[in-house]
């Protein structure tokens, strides 16, 4: 029979928002692994997104529709219900950036999703264009508000008619949420730090109260799920930084995994 505490003694820092670092932190538990869950993004749905709004009012055909992360599939749909945004979809081809962006997706979109191979920004812009017609044709993206400009600037770059739309908001959360996280972190010296995007890398530093974070991390294990998120915390000072060969949680604790062997 298979041993699936394959993680056990294993230390794990999450750092993503409080209902994604649950899932992820029952996920390395189940294989062993102790979890200490540092939220460092709180994520609130935009008042306003005034790109949707003159999408409807002039109901301009969309072409493609492109969601790189669950939350952007999320609040798109909760926007689009709340204020009945009656968006020219017909004939649109949806594009999902992983499967677990797809699988939210689904919950309400049942015609087909293309998924891409790629994960980061420059490649995914290059499959987009290496694989669909996009020039003249009108690219919606729903973003957050500090999603890198990457992927919009090539698909324009191309000839697109690109629309990104910020549906929700990345914030950093109250500190008083975190109570004693100095002394909790002192237990976790020896885990394994994940970081899922810049924001919260730089937000921990924050709440962590860490001034020189190359001294604070030197000796402990330090992971970012891609490239973006590598090259940040790398631009400060942080050195040996592990990184996946795919870009989530699975493939984070799949790496892992293989270095307790």
């Not at 204020?83 to 999902?96: C, D, M, Q, V």
């Not at 000796?219 to 989530?248: C, D, F, H, Y």
């Amino acid at each position: 029979m298979e041993n699936l505490k394959t993680l056990n003694g294993v230390k794990i820092v999450l750092t993503r928002s409080a209902v994604q670092s649950a899932e992820s932190a029952e996920m390395f538990r189940s294989r062993g692994a102790e979890v200490l869950a540092v939220p460092a993004i709180e994520i609130k749905p935009a008042e306003k997104v005034p790109e949707l709004l003159r999408l409807a009012a002039d109901f301009k055909i969309i072409d493609y529709i492109i969601f790189t992360s669950s939350n952007s599939v999320k609040y798109f749909y909760e926007y689009r219900e709340k204020h009945n945004l009656k968006l020219n979809l017909t004939g649109s081809l949806f594009i999902a950036v992983g499967d677990k962006t797809a699988k939210k997706l689904r919950e309400h979109y049942a015609g087909e999703i293309y998924i891409p191979a790629n994960f980061d920004s420059s490649t995914l812009a290059e499959e987009i264009k290496n694989t669909f017609e996009i020039k003249n044709k009108t690219v919606l993206i729903p973003r957050s508000d500090i999603g890198r400009n990457t992927l919009p600037d090539a698909l324009d770059a191309a000839g697109a008619d690109v629309i990104s739309a910020v549906v929700y908001r990345n914030v950093i959360p109250a500190e008083n949420r975190l109570p004693d996280l100095k002394e909790k972190l002192d237990d976790f010296k020896d885990a394994y730090f994940i970081f899922s995007s810049p924001s919260t890398f730089n937000n921990f530093l924050i709440l962590a109260e860490i001034e020189k974070p190359s001294k604070y991390f030197e000796g402990k294990k330090v992971v970012a799920i891609g490239p973006v998120t590598k090259n940040e915390i790398e631009s400060a000072g942080i050195t040996n930084v592990l990184m996946p060969e795919r870009a989530t949680m699975e493939g984070i604790r799949e790496m892992i995994e293989m270095f307790v062997r």
